[in-house]
T-cell receptor, first 113, second 115 residues
Framework: KQEVTQIPAALSVPEGENLVLNCSFT??????LQWFRQDPGKGLTSLLL?????REQTSGRLNASLDKSSGRSTLYIAASQPGDSATYLC????????????FGGGTRVLVKP | EAGVAQSPRYKIIEKRQSVAFWCNPI?????LYWYQQILGQGPKLLIQ????????DSQLPKDRFSAERLKGVDSTLKIQPAKLEDSAVYLC?????????????FGPGTRLLVL
């Protein structure tokens, strides 16, 4: 059973458009949810961490929301740039997954100039 | 502040050979994690250390994988013998105390190709 899901697996948008990335999780007993960026051949860069008591976090052009009741998190990237092209992964510390950091499969984003 | 260091960055071996990866966490971080990321998937936790003790190794294939963190600082992950399906990126991460609310910081990973 997939505890964390990201749909779509890939997304392409023109430069300047807002990006909306979705993450779903199966258990409302979640301690936190984290969004990461991964560039090809590189490790993971933490973007935003939302604790279970929070509804959203913001950093620059990035905004992430957390809705435990619906089992969803959304990452918004405003005014996308070609440099935003990367794979975005969400991961949660979820009770149903044994309190391990459990990742979705990622959404591969391409921002076209 | 230096990040999580890993070496080597790339490794190519033939099946049935052995291989070892090294990780040095952020200074002062008590908790160290090893993850396996197969192409096109999210990382999966293999093992978690708290100082030099194992907290969780439930997803570590113990017939071929082993890991140690003898002095509670750097760690080594070994595969012996390697199989084709072990081809993946092996990521090391660390956090301050391993509390469920903490951020995990990831290293650049070691990309393994088993032929």
């Amino acid at each position: 059973k997939q505890e964390v899901t990201q749909i779509p697996a890939a997304l392409s948008v023109p430069e300047g458009e807002n990006l909306v990335l979705n993450c779903s999780f199966t258990d409302s007993a979640i301690y936190n949810l984290q969004w990461f960026r991964q560039d090809p051949g590189k490790g993971l860069t933490s973007l935003l961490l939302i604790q279970s008591s929070q509804r959203e976090q913001t950093s620059g052009r990035l905004n992430a929301s957390l809705d435990k009741s619906s089992g969803r998190s959304t990452l918004y990237i405003a005014a996308s740039q070609p440099g935003d092209s990367a794979t975005y992964l969400c991961a949660g510390i979820i009770k149903a997954a044994g309190n391990k950091l459990t990742f979705g499969g990622g959404t591969r984003v391409l921002v076209k100039p | 502040e230096a990040g999580v260091a890993q070496s080597p960055r790339y490794k190519i071996i033939e099946k049935r050979q052995s291989v070892a990866f090294w990780c040095n966490p952020i200074s002062g971080h008590a908790t160290l994690y090893w993850y396996q990321q197969i192409l096109g998937q999210g990382p999966k936790l293999l093992i978690q250390f708290q100082n030099n003790g194992v907290v969780d190794d439930s997803q570590l294939p113990k017939d071929r994988f082993s890991a140690e963190r003898l002095k509670g600082v750097d760690s080594t992950l070994k595969i012996q013998p390697a199989k084709l399906e072990d081809s993946a990126v092996y990521l090391c991460a660390s956090s301050l105390q391993g509390h469920l609310t903490e951020t995990q910081y990831f290293g650049p990973g070691t990309r393994l190709l088993v032929l």
